[in-house]
């Protein structure tokens, strides 16, 4: 059995700060831009989810639910190496680390920490199971593909709003909060964008996320 490139022993170069383990998911993007933004040394530890290398034994160790985004730390916030997984509780855990892209207290923290929680815990699945019933179930789940593309339309439709009364998704400022919904836009825009003109980046359904992305 082929041993997954992210346990393969390294010798002879500078040891990363932070070791991302993932696949090309927005989950584990909006990471990678936040690592790039803060400038952190990382290094991609892949995991090919197709394979199932997720579940194997050295990964649920790392993260017992199977998923990435997973980061192992090794300067964590109180200078032990730790281990974060969630991309919500990983942007969280940089920004905090970093001073950058969270406001420090106040009503622009919690604005900004909203936002992110929008996106962890309503986008993401909610695109998650639209490409699941556009991409990959079988026919006879008409019920299922609209209920996700209804919600779905509607999740843009709050975007969209809320970005045209906010320069940003978090507020006056770039932040994580921002980070974690673009790279979502994105994915939705160039794998169903030709066929459907509401996830199009730049949508006149949603001028105001259009404008956002743009930026």
Known sequence: VRSPPWRAERSGEEAALIELYGSPTPNVLKVIILLEEI?????????????????????????PNSK????VDREGLDGE??????????????????????PGQGWPRYEVMQWLMFQVAGLGPMSGQFNHFHMFAPEGNDYSRSRYTTELKRLYGVIDRRLSAA????????SIADMSVFPWIRNQARR?????EWLRE??????????????
């Open 39 to 63: 400038e952190r040394r990382y290094e991609i530890r892949r995991v090919d989810v197709w394979r199932g290398e997720q579940f194997t034994e050295a990964f649920v160790a790392l993260n």
């Open 68 to 71: 990435v985004p997973v980061i």
């Open 81 to 102: 190496p730790r281990t974060v997984f969630e991309s919500g509780a990983i942007l969280f855990s940089l920004a905090e680390k970093s001073g950058r892209f969270l």
């Open 167 to 174: 320069a940003f998704i978090g507020g006056a400022a770039y």
């Open 192 to 196: 169903f964008g030709p066929d459907i």
């Open 202 to 215: 730049n949508s006149r359904s949603h001028p105001s996320l259009a404008r956002w992305f743009s930026v």
